[in-house]
């Protein structure tokens, strides 16, 4: 019922800068709280960052704090990762979810972008 599509990913140096995007469609009136998601390989997924509906309380994982920032555009129905300083260890598939309105958790996810840091 909701569809989320990457992208923005791509092949970057270490210290360099990618801005990811991820538009919605479909039930875009369920969608609640947004975030990305990375896994890289022979590691765990984990949620990099997510922000409310009012586009104003955040989250970051520890190991991005003060590199990356999230935004979203409500009227765009979109929502954004900026990406600084990147690190060979950020080298991983960052996708878009969101969460249902008053509901736990991220129940859509878009098909994932591709973000690889060479040393």
């Known amino acids: 019922q909701v569809q989320l599509v990457e992208s923005g990913g791509g092949l970057v140096q270490a210290g360099g800068s990618l801005r990811l995007s991820c538009a919605a469609s479909g039930s875009i009136f369920m969608i609640d709280d947004m975030g990305w998601y990375r896994q890289a390989p022979g590691k765990q997924r984990e949620l990099v960052a997510s922000?409310?509906?009012?586009?104003?309380?955040?989250y970051f994982v520890d190991s991005v704090k003060g590199r990356f920032t999230i935004s979203r555009d409500n009227a765009k129905y979109a929502v954004y990762l900026q990406m600084n300083s990147l690190k060979p260890e950020d080298t991983a598939i960052y996708y878009c979810v969101a969460g249902r309105l008053r509901q736990i958790g991220f129940d859509y996810w878009g098909q994932g972008t591709q973000v690889t840091v060479s040393s």
């Open positions: 922000i409310r509906s009012d586009g104003n309380t955040k």
